[in-house]
C-alpha cells in the first residue's frame, strides 16, 4: 500500500533550505584554516536590468554543480560571486531609461542578487564584489599606479577605434566582425553567407571608426611572448588556447630599414619574407603612417599638388574599419607620396606609396611590396602599372619567368645576385645571415597582440589615477639628466610640458563624484571634463595648482583582477593576500589582521577550477593572465597563471535560434523558476547537450524533467527501506553508476550524469524494498544538480532513520545527535565505486526437455532479465541441440535465473 505523501512543491522547498543553509554558513568556508582548498569561480556578471537571463544561469549552473562534487569529495570549497557593474552597457542602459548609473547599479544589483539566491548556486554570499564599489576601484586604482610606476602604463597618441554611437575609444579586441550587406551564394554546391566584412562595436554593433587620439595604454606587447609561451602548458579548454595563440600572433622575420631619397628619413618594414628582398618593387605606407603624416606638416619636402591628394586619401582611409580596409576580394586603392626610397640589397630606387590595406597597427605601419609574390601587392601593382619582378623559381615550373598571378609558395630564389640558386625555405638562415653580416636587416619577432588600450571616454568607471602638474615639470625638466619622454614623464596641455603624477596610494580612492550630466560628450573627452570641481586639484607632489585625468578605465581592468579580491572583501589595507604585501605593510603599521592571516589565505590561490565563455578568450581571460604576471613581477604572488584549469562552456539558444530581443525568444528563468521549481529549471538546462557545446531550449523538454523529479519524490518517500544486505545485482548497477557519474562530473559532462541517474531510477523503480544505503547514495548522486529536491528527501530520510532508531531504544536515552550541528546532504562524503561490485556475476541455468534435465551452462546475471538470451545460450549446447533436432517446439518456460524448459511434440 503506498503512502500518503504531500505533493512536490518547490515553491515550499526552495526558500527553507535557501534560509538553512544561509543560516547555517554551510557554504562559507574559513578561509584561514582549511586543509584542501579549492576555489571554484565562475565569470561573474554584469548586473543587466533585465535580470538575471538563462545564459548566465546556464553557465552558473555548470560552475556550481563542479563546485557542489567537490565539497561532497572533500574539499573545503569556495565559491563566491560578484557584479562587473561599470561600463558602457549599464551606462548605455541608464541613458536609455532616464536614470543616474550610480542609482540604477543598485536597483540591478538588489534584482540580479535576488534571482542569484533563487537559482541553488553554493555561494558565499558573505564576499560579494562589486565593481562599482570604491572600496573595489580603489585597488583597480591602485594598480594602475603600480602599472604606471613601470612604465607599462604610457599615454600616447596612435589610430584608434571609436564608436560614434557609444561616443567613445574600444580596445582591437572590442571590435567584432559583422556582415554588412549580408547575401547567401552558393559555392562548392553549399550555401554560405557573402558580404561586405566591417568592425562594428561589440556593444551596440555601430560601424567602428578609426580616429588619432591620445590615449592611455598598457603594454601588454611587453608579456607577449611570456604570454605565448605559457600557453601549451595551460589546463585550458583548447578552443580558448588556440584563439590566444592566433591573437597573440607571433610572426618572426626582419626589420629592414629603406632611406628616402634624398632626405634623412628613413622606413623601416618587418618582413617575414627576406627572401624576396629583391623582387620589392615599391613600398606602401600606411595613411596613418609618421612619413604621411611628415608630408602633410611639409616636414618632407614635396610637390605641393600632391599633398591635396594626400591628404584627402588618408581622411578617406580613416572612416574605414580596419576589416574593411583589408577585405578579400576589395578593389585597392592609394596614392603615390612623390617619394622614391631606395631598396638596400641592390641600391635601385623604389616608389613609395600610400594605401589603406596596409595598416598602422600592425608590424611598422610599412611594407615591402613584392608583386611577385604576394597577391594583395600583386593586384596593386597590375592597377598602378607598378614593377613585377620574379625571384622566387617554382621547382614544379622552372622555366616560368613571366606570373599570370602571384606565386607565394616555396621555390628556388633568383634574380637575387648573391641568393641565387638558394632554396626557401631550406635555406632561410642563409639569407638572415647574410642580411645581418651586411648591416641590412636585424631579425626580430612582431606580434599581432596590439598594447590594450585603457582609457574611456565615458562617465560610468574608475577615474585613471593620474594627475598633471606644470610646477613638478618645470622643477623635474632642470634635473633631468636623460632624455624625457611625452606620455611617460609629461603630457602637452596647451602646448606646454605637464609632468605626470601617479596619485598616492593614501589618496585612494579617486571617487567617481555624481555629475547630473553624464552623457558622452563625443569629442574625445569624458563628461568628467566639463567638471572642474573634479579636476582642479592641488598635486600631491609639491602642493600646487594640477589638474586630473578625466578619462576613466576600461571595465575589463574591473574584471581582470577580480578573482584575487574575492578573498579579502574584510580587508582595506591589502587589495588580495600577499605575504610580500603584509611584510611592507607591517613597516608602516602593526596588529593587523591583515599581516598575520596573508600568508593562510594565500593557500587558495590560484583558481582551482574557472568556468566561462569561450568568447572571453582575448578579452577577459587574457588581459587577467596579463595582469597576474605583472603581479607576480611585482613579487606579489607567487604564481603567473591565474587560473589552474578553465573549462569554456557552450552556447545556449532557443527553438534553433540565437537568442536576441529583437527576436522576442530571450528566455528568463525567473518565470520557469517560479513554475517549475530552481531544481527542474539546473536539472534542464544541464540535459540539453554537452556543457561544452551549449544546447537547444523547448519548454516541452523541461516539462519532462519536471516530471522526472516528481518520479523521484515519490520514489523516495514510497518506497520500502530495508537494511539487510543489498542484492547484487543493485550494488553492480549501484557501483556501475556511481563510477560513470563521478567520471563525467569531472569532465563537466552534466548530460551523461543526468542520463545515468534517470537509468538507474528506472532500475530501482520497479523494486519493492531497496536498501537504505541505495537510497542515500542515489541521493547523493542527485545532490549537485537538484540541491532543493535532495536536501529535503535527504532530510526526510534522515528522520525516518532516527525514528527507527528511537522505536529500538529504552525512551529514557537522549540520541547521541540530538545536539549536532544541521547535517546538510551537501556536506555528506560523495559515494566511492566498489571495483568488486563492477565484475558481473555468474549463475547457472539447467537446460530442461520436457521436464528431464540435459545440460546446464553459466550465463551472466545483466542478462537474467533477457529470455530471449538465454534461450540462444541454451540452444548452443550440442547435447541440447541432439533432442531438440526436427523436433516442434510448443513452449519455452523460463525460471529466471534457475531453468529453461523446451516443451517438444
Not at 54 to 77: E, H, L, P
Not at 312 to 332: F, H, P, T, V
Not at 413 to 430: F, R, T, V
Amino acid at each position: 500500500m503506498k503512502k500518503s505523501i504531500a505533493k512536490y512543491n518547490p515553491s515550499e522547498i526552495e526558500p527553507k533550505w535557501r534560509e538553512v543553509w544561509e543560516k547555517e554558513g554551510t557554504y562559507k568556508p574559513d578561509l584561514e584554516s582549511s586543509d584542501k582548498p579549492f576555489y571554484n569561480l565562475m565569470m561573474f556578471p554584469y548586473p543587466s536590468a533585465e535580470g538575471l537571463h538563462a545564459g548566465n544561469m546556464y553557465a552558473f549552473t555548470g560552475a556550481d554543480i563542479y563546485g557542489r562534487f567537490k565539497r561532497m569529495q572533500g574539499f573545503s570549497v569556495f565559491e563566491p560571486i560578484g557584479l562587473d557593474g561599470f561600463g558602457i552597457h549599464s551606462e548605455n542602459y541608464a541613458l536609455k531609461i532616464g536614470k543616474h548609473p550610480m542609482e540604477q547599479a543598485k536597483i540591478s544589483e538588489k534584482n540580479f542578487y535576488r534571482l542569484l539566491h533563487e537559482t541553488g548556486n553554493s555561494y558565499d554570499w558573505s564576499r560579494t564584489v562589486e565593481t562599482y564599489d570604491p572600496k573595489y576601484y580603489k585597488w583597480t586604482q591602485w594598480i594602475f599606479t603600480q602599472m604606471f610606476k613601470k612604465g607599462l602604463a604610457v599615454r600616447k597618441k596612435s589610430p584608434v577605434n571609436f564608436c560614434p554611437s557609444c561616443k567613445t575609444v574600444l580596445a582591437d579586441e572590442q571590435v567584432i566582425t559583422k556582415i554588412k550587406n549580408q547575401r547567401s551564394k552558393i559555392k562548392d554546391g553549399k550555401e554560405e553567407l557573402d558580404g561586405e566584412k566591417v568592425g562594428v562595436c561589440e556593444r551596440c554593433e555601430t560601424i567602428v571608426e578609426k580616429k588619432n587620439l591620445e590615449q592611455w595604454f598598457f603594454k601588454i606587447t611587453d608579456y607577449a611572448e611570456r604570454l605565448l609561451n605559457n600557453i601549451p602548458e595551460l589546463n585550458w579548454s583548447e578552443i580558448v588556447k588556440i584563439a590566444q595563440t592566433n591573437w597573440i600572433g607571433k610572426s618572426e622575420g626582419m626589420s629592414i630599414e629603406f632611406k628616402i631619397q634624398n632626405s634623412k628619413f628613413k622606413i623601416e618594414v618587418f618582413t617575414t619574407r627576406p627572401d624576396t628582398l629583391f623582387g620589392a618593387t615599391f613600398l606602401v605606407l600606411a595613411p596613418e603612417h609618421e612619413i604621411v603624416a611628415s608630408l602633410l606638416e611639409s616636414r618632407i619636402k614635396n610637390q605641393e599638388s600632391r599633398i591635396g591628394e594626400i591628404r584627402e586619401y588618408a581622411e578617406k582611409a580613416k572612416k574605414k574599419s580596419d576589416l574593411e580596409r583589408q577585405a578579400e576580394g576589395k578593389e585597392k586603392t592609394g596614392v603615390f607620396s612623390g617619394l622614391y626610397a631606395v631598396n638596400p640589397v641592390n641600391n635601385e630606387q623604389i616608389p613609395v606609396w600610400i594605401a589603406d590595406y596596409v595598416l598602422a597597427s600592425y608590424g611598422t605601419g610599412a611594407i615591402m611590396a613584392v608583386p611577385a609574390h604576394d597577391l594583395r601587392d600583386f593586384e596593386f601593382a597590375k592597377k598602378y602599372n607598378l614593377g613585377i619582378k620574379p625571384v622566387i623559381r617554382d621547382l614544379e615550373e622552372k622555366n616560368k619567368n613571366e606570373l599570370a598571378e602571384a606565386y607565394s609558395g616555396d621555390g628556388e630564389i633568383m634574380n637575387s645576385q648573391d641568393w641565387n640558386g638558394w632554396k626557401y625555405p631550406q635555406d632561410k638562415e642563409k639569407v638572415f645571415k647574410w642580411l645581418e653580416e651586411k648591416k641590412i636587416g636585424q631579425k626580430k619577432a612582431h606580434y599581432h597582440l596590439r598594447d590594450w588600450l585603457i582609457s574611456r571616454q565615458r562617465y560610468w568607471g574608475p577615474p585613471i589615477p593620474i594627475i598633471y602638474c606644470r610646477k613638478c615639470w618645470e622643477v623635474k625638466s632642470e634635473k633631468l639628466k636623460v632624455k624625457s619622454e611625452q606620455g611617460k614623464d609629461y603630457k602637452l596641455i596647451d602646448n606646454e610640458e605637464w609632468a605626470i603624477v601617479p596619485v598616492p596610494e593614501k589618496d585612494l580612492p579617486v571617487e567617481l563624484p555624481y555629475i547630473e550630466n553624464y552623457k558622452p560628450i563625443g569629442t574625445g573627452k569624458s563628461p568628467l571634463a566639463t567638471h572642474p570641481e573634479f579636476y582642479n586639484v592641488k598635486c600631491p607632489n609639491c602642493g600646487g595648482d594640477a589638474v586630473r585625468e578625466t578619462d576613466v578605465s576600461d571595465t575589463f581592468l574591473d574584471s581582470a583582477w577580480y578573482f584575487l579580491r574575492y578573498l579579502a572583501t574584510d580587508w582595506d589595507d591589502m587589495p588580495f593576500p600577499s605575504v610580500k604585501f603584509a611584510q611592507n605593510l607591517k613597516l608602516k603599521t602593526k596588529n593587523l589582521k591583515e599581516i598575520e592571516n596573508s600568508a593562510l589565505r594565500v593557500a587558495w590561490l590560484p583558481v582551482h577550477m574557472y568556468i566561462g565563455g569561450a568568447e572571453h578568450s582575448v578579452l577577459h581571460l587574457l588581459y587577467s593572465r596579463f595582469m597576474t604576471m605583472f603581479l607576480h613581477d611585482l613579487g606579489l604572488i607567487s604564481f603567473e597563471e591565474p587560473f589552474s584549469r578553465f573549462f569554456a562552456h557552450g552556447l545556449l539558444i532557443k527553438e534553433g535560434a540565437k537568442m536576441s530581443k529583437s527576436k522576442g525568444n530571450v528566455i528568463i528563468p525567473d518565470a520557469y523558476i517560479k513554475k517549475f521549481g530552481a531544481d527542474t529549471m539546473r536539472c534542464y538546462l544541464m540535459f540539453l547537450g554537452q556543457f561544452s557545446q551549449g544546447g537547444d531550449f523547448y519548454d516541452t523538454g523541461i516539462e519532462g524533467m519536471n516530471r522526472f523529479l516528481k518520479r523521484i519524490w515519490v520514489l523516495a518517500q514510497n518506497v520500502n527501506l530495508s537494511e539487510k544486505e543489498e542484492d547484487k545485482e543493485v550494488l553492480r548497477v549501484l557501483h556501475k553508476t556511481i563510477k560513470g557519474i563521478t567520471g563525467d562530473i569531472e569532465k563537466l559532462s552534466y548530460n551523461t550524469s543526468l542520463a545515468k541517474l534517470m537509468e538507474f531510477y528506472n532500475f530501482i523503480s520497479d523494486k519493492k524494498t531497496i536498501g537504505k544505503d541505495v537510497l542515500e547514495d542515489f541521493l547523493k548522486l542527485l545532490a549537485p544538480f537538484a540541491p532543493y529536491l535532495s536536501e529535503e528527501l535527504f532530510q526526510l530520510f534522515l528522520k525516518s532513520k532516527i525514528k527507527n532508531q528511537k522505536s529500538k531504544m529504552n525512551t529514557n536515552k537522549q540520541l547521541n545527535n540530538k545536539t549536532a550541528k544541521f547535517n546538510s546532504i551537501h556536506l555528506q562524503k560523495w559515494p566511492e565505486f566498489d571495483p568488486k561490485f563492477l565484475v558481473q556475476g555468474e549463475v547457472t541455468i539447467v537446460v530442461q526437455v520436457n521436464g528431464r534435465v540435459r545440460d546446464n551452462f553459466k550465463f551472466q546475471t545483466s542478462n537474467l532479465k533477457l529470455k530471449k538470451n538465454v534461450e540462444e545460450e541454451a540452444k548452443k549446447s550440442e547435447k541440447v541441440k541432439a533432442y531438440l533436432e526436427g523436433k516442434k517446439i510448443i513452449k519455452i518456460i523460463y525460471v529466471e535465473g534457475k531453468i529453461i524448459n523446451f516443451v517438444i511434440s
